[in-house]
């Protein structure tokens, strides 16, 4: 279906002011003409932000629970202001719901490749343990039969993509994913993502996430790299250098608890401040790793596929390193990997522990 570019689209947002402990409310404008935003006080009309550009607000990313970063403040999308803005946003974007049965996570980089390669965008992904219950549930709320023996005999990822287009893309998509063996994968034809994907601390009644916390270390893909579209990528080189992923979450993190998780860099690194607002700038994805070697120092050989903090550092020196090939500055340098060896389970669980369940 095609249509005109509107001049500007307008979305319902709140954001949550720690400081003043309020929860406050605007207008999102945005303009597709050059990707730029306007915020609106929702109570007085008055103008909050001029009209301006700000670095991973796209128009593929606004839709309904969307969350992304202006100018230090987490703003997540409620609704759409008008009507024009719904059917627009109805027309424009396709969101998809995937289910990856355990038998094809080892694949999990190849077939984000894949959903990348075709144009889709991963706005969501959570590796999920499902009880028999809970698999009745989710088939139930999504209106779907399926044996339920297939999203309970091990983790499962569970996928929210979203594409420009019509339901044909899927279509092609599922064609291109047919050598996975239609079997492991599974689309629903409902959406129910706050269900399958949501964190504790989004809803109460969430899946439980995958992670063993044990002999793990942690890997955190950052908000840059994401944006980017760089998740497929690292997840494809982690998962050929025969370390395993036993838990993969999308996380937005808030100001105060960036700034705690990065506390122990805050008297040892002048780019501290940089880091934590790095950090909360935008969803980043958040990973348990472990290694196929169970006598293998797992952090410390992540460490080594990570590379130096330093990106053009580690392209002189270790060329095909993540940091190397993906990162851009000491800052934004794709990806954070535990340093010490006692860190690495105590940095998984406070993402899957602690952030899953606030």
């Known amino acids: 279906m095609s249509f005109e570019t509107p001049e500007k689209l307008i979305f319902q947002t709140e954001w949550h002011d720690r400081v003043a402990s309020t929860l406050k409310q605007f207008y999102l404008h945005f303009f597709p003409s050059d990707s730029s935003v306007e915020l609106i006080d929702f109570n007085t009309k008055k103008t909050f932000l001029r009209r301006s550009k700000c670095d991973g607000v796209v128009i593929k990313n606004l839709h309904i629970g969307a969350t992304f970063t202006i100018f230090s403040r987490s703003l997540k999308i409620v609704g759409f202001a008008d009507n ?75 996928l929210e993509l979203m594409s420009k287009g019509d339901e044909s893309k899927q279509n092609v998509l599922l064609s291109a994913l047919e050598k996975y063996n239609f079997n492991n994968i599974h689309v629903l034809q409902n959406d129910i993502s706050h269900y399958v994907l949501s964190s504790k601390r989004m809803i109460v009644y969430s899946l439980k ?12 893909i950052k908000p840059h790299a994401v944006q980017a579209g760089l998740i497929a990528p690292i997840i494809n080189d982690i998962q050929k250098a025969n370390f395993n992923i036993s838990a993969v979450q999308n996380f937005y993190v808030d100001f105060n608890d960036a700034q705690e998780f990065l506390e122990v860099y805050k008297s040892i690194l002048p780019d501290y401040a940089a880091m934590v607002s790095e950090l909360q700038s935008g969803p980043c994805i958040a990973m348990e790793i472990t290694h196929n070697d169970k006598n293998v120092d797992v952090v410390q050989e992540f460490r080594k596929l990570c590379g130096p903090m330093d990106p053009e550092m580690a392209r002189q020196l270790r060329s095909k390193t993540l940091r190397a090939k993906y990162g851009k500055s000491k800052v934004q340098n794709a990806v954070h990997c535990s340093d010490l060896s006692q860190d690495g389970l105590l940095e998984v669980a406070y993402f899957f522990k602690i952030l899953d369940g606030k």
């Open 209 to 220: 996430n995958s992670a063993v916390c044990k002999n793990c270390t942690c890997c955190i």
């Open 84 to 158: 024009n803005t719904k059917h627009i946003m109805s027309v424009m974007l396709l969101k998809t719901i995937i289910l990856l049965s355990t038998d094809v996570t080892k694949y999990l980089g190849e077939i984000l490749q894949i959903i990348s390669d075709h144009n889709f965008s991963i706005h969501n992904i959570k590796m999920v343990k499902v009880s028999h219950g809970e698999a009745m549930k989710i088939f139930q709320l999504a209106d779907d039969q399926m044996n339920s023996k297939w999203v309970t005999c091990g983790p499962i990822v569970a």
